[in-house]
């Protein structure tokens, strides 16, 4: 049973930039599966980030491995350390509106999240 | 991008009670749709993926259906314990999306 363990700053200030960690025990991050990040502003809905392969970013042929919101895509990136076992979220020039729980989650080959972490509420203020 | 709209948004029911959840997407898909289970303070749990398989460990009174655009969720025999929100997510194309959510009340 996989078990995702998440780590980050919960304050960071206006225009700063959000890193958080996702720990990833109880099998490989390279098995074959997508790792995710999910957020949820306070007292609202699932908002999806994005998503990478275990590969990493960008595979040896240079095609993408990892696909962002839209909304998000020219802040946000999504990043894997398979020698530590673990994937990562940075978002950049945060505001207001990027206060939110963070989720990190695996996305099984069915597509769909089938472990979580358990959270970390990232508030952006000064 | 495909929107997911779930209807309705909030629900009262009680227990023994069976309650359905409508999760309407803009565009025509066959699979890759999910549902999730929510309850205060906690991450989501995978309830049901692919349109209607039970994930393991979910009890079989969760039931999914339907093909684009539209699917349910089905919960036979209310529990107190069922009593959470729930999500849908479109994983068919990029970007993903969740559904607003569905908060089943007592």
């Known amino acids: 049973q996989v078990h995702l363990q998440q780590s980050g700053a919960g304050l960071v200030r206006p225009s700063g930039t959000l890193s958080l960690t996702c720990d990833v025990s109880g099998g490989s991050i390279s098995d074959t599966n997508w790792w995710s990040w999910v957020r949820q502003p306070p007292g609202k809905g699932l908002e999806w980030i994005g998503i990478?392969?275990?590969?990493?970013?960008?595979?040896?042929?240079?095609?993408?491995?990892?696909n962002y919101h839209p909304s998000l895509e020219r802040r946000v990136t999504i990043s894997v350390d398979t020698s530590k076992n673990r994937f990562f979220l940075k978002l950049t020039s945060l505001t207001a509106a990027d206060t939110a729980v963070y989720y990190c989650?695996?996305?099984?080959?069915?597509?769909?999240?089938?472990?979580w972490g358990q959270g970390v509420l990232v508030t952006v203020s000064s | 991008d495909i929107q997911m709209t779930q209807s309705p948004s909030s629900l009262s029911a009680s227990v023994g009670d069976t309650v359905t959840i409508t999760c309407r997407a803009s565009q025509r898909f066959a699979s890759y749709l999910n549902w999730y289970q929510q309850k205060p303070g906690k991450a989501p749990s995978l309830l049901i993926y692919?349109?209607?398989r039970l994930q393991g460990g979910v009890p079989s009174r969760f039931s999914g259906a339907g093909s684009g655009p539209e699917f349910t969720l089905t919960i036979t025999s209310l529990q107190p314990d069922d009593f959470a929100t729930y999500y849908c997510?479109?994983?068919?194309?990029?970007?993903?999306?969740f559904g607003q959510g569905t908060k089943l009340e007592i």
């Open positions: 692919s349109v209607s």
């Open positions: 989650a695996r996305t099984n080959q069915q597509l769909a999240d089938d472990s």
């Open positions: 990478i392969y275990h590969r990493g970013e960008v595979d040896d042929d240079g095609s993408a491995n990892a």
């Open positions: 997510q479109q994983t068919h194309s990029f970007p993903y999306s």
